[in-house]
């Protein structure tokens, strides 16, 4: 498994997380704020439905600091929050799809 720390310009290092099994009614500030008790959090991000614009249940936390990305995947992993069971990863690398778009065939 890749570990999945990016550079970031100003800061150095940042622990993207992957959160798991959230409720659809979760907003990014409540997210956020969990998160905080941990470090600083760069960024939030719940994904969403592109038709529906409702959420998809999970997303990912960057935080500025990889030891308190650990801690926070540790202290969260398994925790309740919003009503459910949340699941608290390392995110993994995206998996490279084949294609990568519309065929030109059809295009006029």
Do not use: C, H, W
Request: overall charge positive; glycine content about 14%.
């Amino acid at each position: 498994m890749f570990a999945l720390v990016r550079k970031d310009r100003k800061e150095g290092t940042l622990k993207n997380i992957f959160v798991g099994n959230l409720s659809f009614n979760t907003s990014e500030d409540e997210l956020r704020q969990i998160f905080e008790a941990y470090g600083q959090v760069e960024r939030v991000s719940i994904l969403t439905d592109r038709e529906t614009g409702r959420s998809r249940g999970f997303g990912f936390v960057e935080m500025t600091n990889p030891e308190e990305g650990e801690k926070a995947i540790t202290g969260l992993n398994g925790s309740q929050f919003g009503g459910r069971t949340i699941n608290v990863n390392e995110a993994r690398p995206k998996a490279e799809r084949p294609g990568g778009g519309r065929s030109e065939r059809g295009r006029r």
